[in-house]
């Protein structure tokens, strides 16, 4: 649900909604907790665990009122900035709210591959980072060829598609990494900082040494 909050900081924790459904009488009461944050003061709450009575209601009045709500949407154009083995950041005007799974087709020359992942990071009207969550040898084994295409070819910009999946239903809380581990999923689940600060970081990445970031992680920026 999206909601507007003027004049009010960042809403946290869990909420309890109580709201009426254009068109109805009856006053559905569900959890929510904070999902994402728009530009005006607009923000969206994730509803937690409804009711089965309150999810068939926002079930049917969807259909009745919203025959296209099922659909699948549609993929969208966005810029690949960073890549790993371990997941990427794609700069977007709309980007997904966190725990959505999303699926990535990203095409180089010739060389395309597609992957799943779920958004670990969102800054509003700039970009997402995403968590590839397919851990098959195959899988490795692709995203390691299109690392390495685009390491060999600074010059070459891919294309990139990504189409949203619906919601992770258990998002990893409090997840530790070993020191070790991808540097880009360092920086997803690490403190939360400014959008800024976030940037910069990825940029001191960026001019990691390339001896340097191999040992940590394979991994290209575009």
């Known amino acids: 649900m999206a909601i507007a909050l003027p004049g009010r900081r960042r809403p946290t924790g869990r909420w309890q909604l109580a709201f009426t459904l254009p068109g109805t009488s009856k006053e559905l009461e569900i959890s929510a907790e904070f999902a994402w944050e728009g530009s005006r003061a607009q923000g969206g709450l994730r509803f937690v665990q409804p009711s089965t009575e309150a999810a068939f209601s926002l ?24 890549l790993s083995l371990g997941g990427c950041y794609l700069e977007i005007s709309s980007p997904f709210p966190s725990s959505s799974r999303v699926t990535l087709s990203m095409k180089a ?41 685009l390491t060999e070819n600074r ?18 809380h409090n997840r530790q990494l070993d020191p070790t ?7 997803f689940y690490g403190e939360p900082v400014t ?3 976030f940037q910069e970081a990825l940029r001191k990445q960026r001019a990691t040494p390339a001896a340097e970031t191999e040992s940590r992680a394979t991994g290209a920026h575009a």
């Open 195 to 197: 959008v800024e600060a």
């Open 181 to 187: 581990e991808d540097p880009l999923l360092q920086l």
């Open 59 to 82: 079930r049917e009045w969807l259909k009745q009122n919203s025959p296209d709500a099922e659909q699948d949407d549609p993929p969208i154009r966005c810029q690949l900035t960073d």
């Open 109 to 149: 020359r010739e060389f395309e591959v597609r992957v799943q992942g779920v958004v670990r990071v969102m800054h509003p009207e700039k970009g997402m980072g995403v968590e590839f969550t397919q851990k098959t040898p195959e899988d490795r084994a692709a995203l390691e060829k299109f690392l390495q295409l």
């Open 155 to 172: 010059g070459l910009m891919p294309e990139l598609l990504v189409q949203p999946d619906g919601l992770e239903s258990e998002p990893p």
